[in-house]
């Protein structure tokens, strides 16, 4: 396994691992009792290891040879792409066409769906 692709592997686990301890404290314990201001706070924390994600897969691109940067940054434009387009295409149902209301963190998790789907169709580093 290249180097980067271990890297970025540890990142996730790591960055995940802490995005999931955070989102059950939040959901069990640490939202009882708290003020606006304290879950507001709370909220940004599980925002934070969202952050650090994105930043994993950005070093794993510029950690990588010149071939799995390209693919990589295909990958990312690709999804990235497809994850607001899908993500604007609901706003806009829910604003016209009365649709239920969609969480906006979902869209993260829509990114990461659309990014691993991408990957097994991309042959080639041409866009």
């Not at 314990?29 to 925002?47: E, I, T």
């Not at 897969?57 to 990958?75: C, G, H, N, P, V």
């Not at 769906?113 to 080639?124: E, H, Q, R």
Request: charged share 10%; aromatic share 12%; hydrophobic share 55%.
């Amino acid at each position: 396994m290249p180097k980067a692709q271990g890297r970025y592997i540890f990142r996730t686990l790591l960055f995940m691992s802490i995005y999931v301890a955070l989102n059950v404290a939040a959901i069990l314990v640490v939202f009882d009792g708290l003020d606006p201001l304290g879950k507001a706070l709370v909220a940004a924390c599980v925002a934070v290891p969202v952050a650090l994600q994105i930043w994993a897969t950005l070093a794993q691109i510029k950690e990588s040879d010149e071939f799995i940067r390209m693919m990589l940054t295909k990958q990312f434009l690709i999804a990235a792409g497809a994850a607001i387009s899908l993500s604007s295409a609901w706003g806009f149902a829910e604003s016209y066409a009365h649709a239920p209301h969609a969480p906006g963190w979902l869209v993260y998790i829509l990114y990461n769906g659309c990014y691993g789907l991408t990957a097994p169709f991309l042959k080639t580093t041409r866009l």
